[in-house]
């Protein structure tokens, strides 16, 4: 036997520290920049993850997924091998808050031993390879204490026992391959070679209203019984019952603080006031105080408080926009004129987003000496409102203030507080829509106004849902806003209003409305070519007749029942869309994780003429068991139940019309349907 070499104490230059570590864990998904960047999940529901991993030659791998939620123990997953090295486990974080995960990879020489025995024939070959087994089984036994290596010992000692007839080599060999003993075996592996991820990677776990919600805005202002006359809080709480009938979970608020008199915007905008102007609700700041205080006019921080109190009772929350800006005579401006950019002339830059000017409002200077206490002071409005039991916040431009301050803001608020949900109101470019969501922000507005093609939609809304950013960027649909009345809305009926409401509510998870504007069709734009109302709710009190015959409160209230009824409209993630031979018509479906619930949903996007045309469905993905059988669905917006079998089948529809339908599968004819048994 030759002499062997003595041991280098220490790797030459440019070796790895260990080179017996086989295994290579190629990547770990999902993963958001390599791990700068929290990916987003529920709690309570499964986070999937998967694990790229593998190693040279034939042995066998184990993948563990590690994961805990920040200062608690780390906990482990088996992985499970699918194809092509991918390995799929997957853990439920159980509350809201910051969680981390990554993945250990070994070479387990005792499932390796164990693989190549159950191909071995010969008898020589395999009572040889019960040898080797058993010194494995020993080595597992060292790692195990108390009963547990007990019955080790005695395994490797039967692995040990000479076996001479073919019914003992025979015998050996099942004891050798016992799934039982395999499995305890398994929890004392040889992990000393193990190779783990590059880095614990981040996740963020919300609360399900992250995830799920229907929002519904209102001016409290406007919200009197009496034309002409300010609303207060009380006139919202009396409302609050009729907006949880409707459905909607988040009642939300533009801006309740003193409005500012100096440089005030009158009606439509006007650079000149009248006499009972109210003003901007957005131009924050007044004698009265600034973004801790409350508009007088709309009443008392213990009114807010109950009004708070009432929407909870009701299964609603109220969710406040905060904007990071000041009127001219808001105290920031005397207090710290550090915080704003003056101009030669001794005047304060007032915000713009051309071709808008916004005389009325002066954005802070985030490069000033004095940043860490605007920082600060500007973190505080939201502790303060958080402190009066809003959870939900809206946030006014974000993408116009320093992303760094949100990164900051949002982790330390979230500390603390890992139920408080913030919305992105940043219509932008889509890399800075995307950056704010992957600093902190719970959901974000999208540019599904604009989106009207059936091309345009379904290019959107699969890259919503099968994009890299669906690990991180919750989109929130809106049709309107009291900033956005879009040209397809300008001048049109109930098809276009009905039409968009539906899409919004079907095809994102998370929608909301500008909720009287909406319901009552209201669509005047001030000049051609505007997304600005008449007479806009920004500028001036409006007066809503919620009871009028025509409004969309029933098909709201609809609507939502849908979705709180079918999981498959509760997330993003089932979205496909299917071809029509129409370009008028969209047809796309959803379906639940565990694959019970699918919802298909045919629209008709024409608000004018009535459209038909042919759909042509994946057969496979619907779950059918031969491509043309038949299936029901049951049209959960008109009342109506059809039966269709296989991919293609005919579609007529009424301008703006859509079918919102649930399908169940196994049905042979009319007969079989509930519908029928019903």
């Not at 919600?213 to 009729?242: C, I, K, M, N, Q």
């Not at 958080?386 to 116009?400: A, L, Q």
């Not at 940043?426 to 507005?445: D, I």
Request: with cysteine; proline share 6%.
């Amino acid at each position: 036997m030759p002499m062997a070499r003595a041991k280098l104490t220490e790797a030459p230059e440019g070796m790895p520290p260990d080179g017996r570590k086989r295994a290579v864990i190629d990547a770990v998904l999902p993963c958001v920049d390599g791990g700068r960047f929290a990916v987003k999940c529920i709690a309570g529901q499964p986070f999937r993850v998967t694990v790229h991993a593998f190693t040279d030659g034939h042995d066998a791998l184990r993948v563990m997924l590690l994961w805990n939620r920040e200062g608690h123990a780390v906990q482990e997953v088996e992985t499970t091998l699918r194809h092509n090295d991918e390995w799929h486990a997957s853990f439920t974080p159980s509350v809201p808050g910051r969680y981390n995960y990554e993945a250990v990879a070994w070479v387990d020489h005792f499932r390796s031993w164990r693989a190549e025995l159950a191909r071995r024939v010969e008898p020589d070959d395999i009572r040889s390879a019960a040898q080797v087994g058993a010194g494995l089984v020993e080595e597992a036994a060292g790692r195990a204490k108390g009963e547990d290596r007990e019955a080790l010992l005695r395994f490797a000692t039967v692995l040990k026992t000479p076996a001479v007839e073919p019914h003992e080599v025979e015998a050996l060999k099942a004891m050798a391959l016992d799934p039982l003993q395999a499995a305890l075996v398994d929890r004392y592996p040889d992990r000393s070679l193990g190779v783990s991820s590059a880095t614990m990677l981040p996740l963020v776990a919300d609360r399900e209203r992250a995830g799920f919600s229907a929002w519904y805005e209102l001016f409290p202002r406007s919200t009197a019984a009496e034309e002409g006359v300010h609303g207060r809080f009380s006139d919202v709480e009396r409302l609050l019952p009729r907006i949880a009938e409707m459905g909607f979970d988040v009642v939300y608020f533009p801006p309740i603080h003193p409005i500012g008199r100096e440089k005030r915007k009158g009606k439509n905008n006007a650079l000149t006031t009248e006499p009972g102007d109210v003003g901007s609700p957005w131009a924050i700041g007044a004698a009265e105080g600034g973004h801790k205080s409350i508009l007088p006019a709309l009443g008392t921080p213990e009114d807010f408080r109950r009004l708070v109190k009432r929407a909870n009772e009701l299964g609603l929350e109220i969710a406040l926009d905060i904007a990071m800006q000041c009127a001219p005579d808001h105290p920031y401006v005397k207090q710290h004129p550090q915080w704003f950019r003056w101009r030669p002339d001794g005047t304060v830059q007032y915000a713009e987003n051309p071709p808008k000017k916004y005389q009325d409002i002066y954005p802070f200077n985030f490069e000033t000496e004095d940043w860490q206490a605007l920082w600060l002071e500007l973190k505080s409005i939201f502790d303060h409102w958080i402190g009066e039991g809003v959870r939900i916040f809206r946030v006014d431009n974000p993408h116009t203030k320093a992303f760094a301050f949100w990164e900051w803001c949002i982790g330390e608020i979230r500390k603390l507080h890992p139920d408080v949900l913030f919305l992105s109101e940043a219509f932008t470019r889509p890399k800075v829509m995307h950056r704010l969501a992957k600093l902190g922000f719970s959901q974000s507005y999208t540019y599904f106004t604009w989106r009207n093609t059936a091309e345009e939609l379904t290019e959107y809304f699969t890259e919503l849902s099968t994009g890299p950013g669906r690990h991180y960027f919750r989109p929130n649909a809106w049709p309107n806003t009291p900033d956005i009345l879009s040209e397809h809305l300008h001048g049109q009926g109930r098809p276009a209003f009905a039409m968009r409401l539906v899409l919004a509510a079907t095809l994102s998870a998370n929608y909301g409305v500008y909720g009287p504007a909406y319901e009552l069709m209201e669509n005047t734009p001030r000049s051609a070519g505007s997304e600005e109302y008449l007479h806009s709710e920004k500028y001036q009190l409006r007066h809503w007749d919620l009871d009028r015959a025509d409004s969309l409160q029933p098909l709201m209230t609809r609507l939502n029942a849908i979705r709180r009824e079918n999981r498959a409209l509760q997330s993003n993630a089932g979205l496909v869309f299917f071809k029509t031979d129409n370009d008028q018509l969209l047809a796309y479906a959803k379906r639940s994780d565990e694959g019970d619930n699918l919802m298909l949903c045919v629209v008709c996007l024409d608000v004018r003429y009535p459209q038909s045309g042919w759909v042509e469905l994946d057969t496979a993905w619907l779950g059918l068991a031969q491509p043309g059988d038949a299936y029901e669905l049951d049209d959960l917006l008109n009342q109506q139940t059809f039966i269709w079998r296989g991919g293609r089948n005919f579609v007529i529809l009424q301008p703006g019309q859509a079918h919102v339908m649930r399908l169940r599968r196994g049905v042979r004819n009319e007969r079989d349907s509930e519908s029928f048994q019903r």
